[in-house]
């Protein structure tokens, strides 16, 4: 007679099966099958104080090691978890969320905590669907991993009813047909047509001042080094697409910064000078100007070579697109110069390394006079000086992380500047697309369970840490110390500064915080604080919580400034506004 397991443990033996081993949670009595079957498989089940932050923490362990895991929860649970997936979605992060709904036999007819998740999930995932016979668990789990990891990659949802999370079913159920193996299988590659690449390769072979733009699609296909081989050997500049996973440090040669006229000016010197921008594995989106002037000029060939469908759809606007796996595309374009049809030189990549160099040295010119006003005068400290004096106490293993509004983007600045000055970093972690807060302390804690011997900090934003702080908890449950350094102007900074522009009062509404004592509450849980309302404490401060050896918070005070890239958009909105 056949043994028979239940649902929960099938779906676990089938997540197994894909090589997946960590799964992010908030232990709930739906679930429970399904942890039974992950404790039997030896899958690592993360108990998470929130079914959000068991959602962050799947994207940041995901983002990190580019390899799926899962997020389990109860049908309650799966509405917290719903922001998690906005922001995967916004990075394309493969995670497959699990939950344990309500009975299926009983399917509106208003079961126990019943909730239309499968509609809910659908347009935040690439793929969203109810298991409706226990023995089809793992085809639906094969068709999830396949939908999650291949072309375009994201995040997927699977609702496991309860009966069927509780029922039994053969342990091989499934395997009696194709396929026989359910182990997981390379992912599938999109090679070019070859008359389209050859006609991309001649304009690249003619360009005087080309571009290179990595997204998204560079890395999850792990083609990050290519690109870097390609801007070395070619000279040609390398830009990032803003506010995602860094492809290259910033220390890197062909580097020259994000793309982004507004926070790193340089890329605009870039891009209005250029003859040709290739685009790889990016999404021509509000971020990219949806590939109008003045962000790509008219007279600029604009071609977008992306590895999925999906992708070719949304950069319909490029002049010319090619379905090609990033990899295999820069690996055929950094092989021109070997094959001898490369004859740019240096001279246009020198260009954008002296701009690169003015903006640096003036932006530190700027800020070395702000800092000395402010300590002549008494005043708080620059968010920009903030994170540059963060990154000094930081060596190379050590992981950066940044959360906020404000807090981000003149953090994202700060990496630019130390980059270019040659400082490097084990790695970087911030929000994503669709910059949601609260996001920090959850990817903090994945780059500390990824990267054990490095030291992790956090530079959060004081709205930010409010959004999703109290998930330090984890950190110390978990014995996993993190430095978190609250950049504190008491408000939403960002948001009121914007209402100040707008508003014909030139006042602020519903933005201020009152003077929160962060550092007091990881005392509190039993770690290390201290308060810092001068930038001569800063340095000594960070130095005591790195070294305390226990999860610690630098509560520091500081000067509420509004950075480009919001001034740039509250201006936008204006000008856009229906009157």
């Given at each position: 007679?056949?043994?028979?397991?239940?649902?929960?443990?099938?779906?676990?033996?089938?997540?197994?099966?894909?090589?997946?081993?960590?799964?992010?949670?908030?232990?709930?009595?739906?679930?429970?099958?399904?942890?039974?079957?992950?404790?039997?498989?030896?899958?690592?089940?993360?108990?998470?104080?929130?079914?959000?932050?068991?959602?962050?923490?799947?994207?940041?362990?995901?983002?990190?090691?580019?390899?799926?895991?899962?997020?389990?929860?109860?049908?309650?649970?799966?509405?917290?978890?719903?922001?998690?997936?906005?922001?995967?979605?916004?990075?394309?992060?493969?995670?497959?969320?699990?939950?344990?709904?309500?009975?299926?036999?009983?399917?509106?007819?208003?079961?126990?905590?019943?909730?239309?998740?499968?509609?809910?999930?659908?347009?935040?995932?690439?793929?969203?669907?109810?298991?409706?016979?226990?023995?089809?668990?793992?085809?639906?789990?094969?068709?999830?991993?396949?939908?999650?990891?291949?072309?375009?990659?994201?995040?997927?949802?699977?609702?496991?009813?309860?009966?069927?999370?509780?029922?039994?079913?053969?342990?091989?159920?499934?395997?009696?047909?194709?396929?026989?193996?359910?182990?997981?299988?390379?992912?599938?590659?999109?090679?070019?047509?070859?008359?389209?690449i050859s006609e991309i390769l001649e304009l690249a072979c003619s360009a005087k001042k080309p571009v290179l733009i990595g997204g998204h699609g560079v890395w999850w296909s792990k083609s990050e080094k290519n690109l870097e081989e390609a801007g070395n050997n070619l000279n040609i500049p390398i830009f990032n697409i803003p506010y995602?996973?860094?492809?290259?440090?910033?220390?890197?040669?062909?580097?020259?910064?994000?793309?982004?006229?507004?926070?790193?000016?340089?890329?605009?010197?870039?891009?209005?000078?250029?003859?040709?921008?290739?685009?790889?594995?990016?999404?021509?989106?509000?971020?990219?100007?949806?590939?109008?002037?003045?962000?790509?000029?008219?007279?600029?060939?604009?071609?977008?070579?992306?590895?999925?469908?999906?992708?070719?759809?949304?950069?319909?606007?490029?002049?010319?697109?090619?379905?090609?796996?990033?990899?295999?595309?820069?690996?055929?374009?950094?092989?021109?110069?070997?094959?001898?049809?490369?004859?740019?030189?240096?001279?246009?990549?020198?260009?954008?390394?002296?701009?690169?160099?003015?903006?640096?040295?003036?932006?530190?010119?700027?800020?070395?006079?702000?800092?000395?006003?402010?300590?002549?005068?008494?005043?708080?400290?620059?968010?920009?000086?903030?994170?540059?004096?963060?990154?000094?106490?930081?060596?190379?293993?050590?992981?950066?992380?940044?959360?906020?509004?404000?807090?981000?983007?003149?953090?994202?600045?700060?990496?630019?500047?130390?980059?270019?000055?040659?400082?490097?970093?084990?790695?970087?972690?911030?929000?994503?697309?669709?910059?949601?807060?609260?996001?920090?302390?959850?990817?903090?804690?994945?780059?500390?369970?990824?990267?054990?011997?490095?030291?992790?900090?956090?530079?959060?934003?004081?709205?930010?840490?409010?959004?999703?702080?109290?998930?330090?908890?984890?950190?110390?449950?978990?014995?996993?110390?993190?430095?978190?350094?609250?950049?504190?102007?008491?408000?939403?900074?960002?948001?009121?500064?914007?209402?100040?522009?707008?508003?014909?009062?030139?006042?602020?509404?519903?933005?201020?915080?009152?003077?929160?004592?962060?550092?007091?509450?990881?005392?509190?849980?039993?770690?290390?604080?201290?308060?810092?309302?001068?930038?001569?404490?800063?340095?000594?401060?960070?130095?005591?919580?790195?070294?305390?050896?226990?999860?610690?918070?630098?509560?520091?005070?500081?000067k509420p400034v509004l950075s480009p890239i919001v001034a740039a958009v509250a201006t936008k909105r204006e000008k856009s506004s229906i009157e």
């Amino acid at each position: 007679m056949d043994k028979k397991i239940r649902g929960g443990a099938l779906i676990a033996r089938a997540l197994r099966d894909k090589g997946i081993d960590k799964v992010f949670t908030l232990s709930g009595g739906f679930c429970n099958p399904a942890i039974e079957g992950f404790m039997e498989c030896q899958m690592e089940v993360i108990n998470c104080p929130h079914e959000q932050i068991a959602g962050h923490l799947a994207d940041g362990h995901t983002r990190i090691t580019r390899k799926p895991s899962v997020c389990l929860v109860g049908p309650e649970g799966f509405a917290n978890a719903v922001p998690s997936m906005m922001e995967a979605w916004g990075e394309r992060t493969p995670i497959i969320y699990i939950t344990g709904s309500s009975s299926l036999k009983r399917q509106g007819s208003g079961g126990f905590k019943e909730i239309d998740d499968v509609s809910i999930a659908a347009p935040l995932t690439k793929y969203s669907a109810s298991i409706t016979d226990g023995n089809r668990i793992r085809e639906f789990v094969d068709k999830a991993y396949r939908i999650a990891t291949n072309g375009y990659p994201g995040a997927v949802h699977l609702s496991l009813p309860v009966d069927i999370m509780f029922s039994s079913f053969p342990e091989e159920a499934g395997l009696e047909e194709r396929p026989f193996s359910h182990k997981a299988k390379p992912i599938a590659k999109a090679w070019p047509d070859p008359n389209s690449i050859s006609e991309i390769l001649e304009l690249a072979c003619s360009a005087k001042k080309p571009v290179l733009i990595g997204g998204h699609g560079v890395w999850w296909s792990k083609s990050e080094k290519n690109l870097e081989e390609a801007g070395n050997n070619l000279n040609i500049p390398i830009f990032n697409i803003p506010y995602h996973q860094k492809l290259l440090g910033e220390e890197a040669n062909a580097y020259m910064g994000l793309a982004d006229i507004h926070q790193f000016p340089p890329s605009q010197f870039a891009l209005n000078n250029s003859d040709l921008v290739l685009m790889v594995g990016a999404r021509l989106d509000n971020q990219m100007n949806f590939g109008n002037p003045p962000f790509f000029p008219k007279s600029t060939k604009l071609v977008c070579i992306n590895g999925s469908h999906e992708e070719i759809e949304i950069n319909r606007a490029a002049d010319i697109n090619l379905l090609c796996d990033p990899g295999v595309f820069l690996d055929t374009l950094k092989n021109l110069k070997k094959n001898n049809k490369w004859n740019l030189d240096s001279k246009w990549f020198d260009q954008n390394k002296v701009k690169k160099n003015e903006w640096v040295e003036s932006s530190l010119k700027d800020l070395s006079l702000e800092a000395e006003k402010a300590k002549k005068n008494g005043g708080k400290i620059h968010p920009l000086q903030l994170a540059l004096d963060v990154q000094d106490a930081m060596g190379e293993k050590d992981w950066l992380v940044i959360d906020g509004g404000n807090t981000h983007f003149w953090s994202e600045i700060a990496i630019n500047i130390a980059g270019a000055k040659g400082k490097k970093l084990g790695g970087i972690l911030h929000p994503g697309t669709f910059s949601m807060l609260g996001v920090g302390v959850s990817f903090a804690l994945s780059a500390k369970n990824n990267n054990p011997n490095s030291n992790v900090v956090l530079i959060s934003g004081d709205g930010a840490f409010l959004s999703g702080g109290m998930s330090i908890e984890a950190a110390f449950y978990e014995k996993k110390p993190i430095t978190v350094v609250i950049d504190n102007n008491e408000g939403l900074a960002s948001i009121g500064q914007q209402q100040e522009r707008l508003f014909k009062s030139g006042k602020r509404v519903a933005t201020d915080f009152r003077d929160i004592p962060f550092h007091k509450i990881f005392q509190g849980f039993g770690g290390h604080g201290e308060l810092v309302t001068k930038r001569e404490e800063l340095a000594p401060a960070l130095k005591r919580a790195i070294e305390s050896g226990k999860t610690a918070c630098v509560n520091v005070k500081a000067k509420p400034v509004l950075s480009p890239i919001v001034a740039a958009v509250a201006t936008k909105r204006e000008k856009s506004s229906i009157e």
